[in-house]
């Protein structure tokens, strides 16, 4: 569930980019105008606002807001006014420079983008970079996580709810084997983990801890330290729990001796539309502290006050 908050009855695309050429006007920018408006704007709202800006004025609305903004402030909003396409190309770009690569967000994106919204991050991505998602994955990794990342980010999964119970069953047996003879990297557990439907995968989870007495994350921490195994026990938690996945995320970020911002930054902003609702429960449940408090209590500023509206709690 989304906590974005989009008033019933919003302006016009035309009234949103007066206000926000209003905003940058004059001695100082108007910060809480920005967030007033962008931070209560859906996905089709935003883009029409930034076409409508460049017909008005002739201008880029992101050239803008970058150069009226700054620090963390600036980097959740570029972010955020980005098509959700746009915004995960970017994200995995980034990822795969020598500079910021993470592994982690490939995988994040790749395991917890529907088959659609995955397919349309790459086709942004071959848009503004001129290149495949896939070759450049497979260029900044090697070994085991490549062989696990380049199928994730390649897979087109089916999202339907149907379940062949046989195949789960003895596709659990199957991963059981494996992971017991420690041969993580096998060809046919990682094809189970990067083709099978979430309802699939589901059942065959559910089984293998049924029938072999642990859940199979449990089985798969032989070496916490080994990053391979991180990556694959991170990729079933993104494909059958999500927001886990995402909790814990937040829950380093700002429980670091020093905050996390742009890991804060990148879930608040690809979630606020989709379920960070849900995320903010777990986070809640897991660490007896609201979402937002932890939020507030750890951030300052117009930083603060953009992530507390995408997360539905501004004043």
């Known amino acids: 569930m989304a906590t974005l908050k989009v008033p019933p009855h919003p302006p016009s695309p035309s009234e949103d980019c007066e206000q926000l050429r209003k905003a940058f006007k004059g001695w100082g920018t108007n910060e809480a105008l920005i967030i007033s408006i962008l931070g209560h704007r859906n996905a089709v709202q935003r883009k029409l606002i930034r076409e409508a800006y460049n017909v008005t004025y002739g201008e880029d609305l992101l050239k803008d807001l970058d150069k009226e903004l700054s620090s963390d402030f600036e980097r959740i909003v570029l972010l955020w006014i980005l098509d959700p396409a746009e915004r995960d190309a970017f994200l995995a770009n980034e990822a795969t420079k020598k500079m910021t690569s993470d592994n982690w967000v490939l995988l994040e994106i790749a395991s917890t983008r529907s088959s659609l919204d995955l397919l349309k991050a790459k086709q942004a991505y071959q848009t503004r970079f001129k290149k495949s998602l896939e070759e450049d994955v497979a260029y900044h990794t090697s070994g085991d996580i490549r062989k696990l990342l380049v199928p994730l980010v390649s897979t087109f999964r089916y999202e339907g709810e ?51 007495g642990n859940a199979i994350n449990k089985d798969l921490k032989t070496d916490p330290k080994d990053e391979y195994l991180k990556l694959l026990r991170a990729a079933i938690k993104c494909l059958t729990f999500p927001e886990k996945y995402f909790s814990k995320v937040l829950r380093l970020a700002i429980n670091k001796l020093g905050t996390d911002e742009w890991a804060l930054t990148r879930v608040v902003a690809t979630r606020a539309e989709v379920d960070l609702q849900r995320i903010g429960d777990e986070y809640q449940r897991r660490n007896s502290v609201p979402l937002d408090r932890a939020i507030a209590n750890d951030t300052s500023g117009d930083y603060k006050s953009f992530l507390l509206a995408l997360a539905g709690h501004d004043k």
């Open 162 to 212: 149907e379940v062949n119970m046989t195949l789960a069953k003895s596709e659990a047996k199957l991963l059981h084997g494996k992971i017991s003879g420690k041969t993580y990297n096998d060809e046919d557990l990682i094809r189970i983990l990067t083709t099978r439907s979430r309802a699939q995968l589901s059942a065959t989870l559910n089984h293998y801890k049924d029938e072999f």
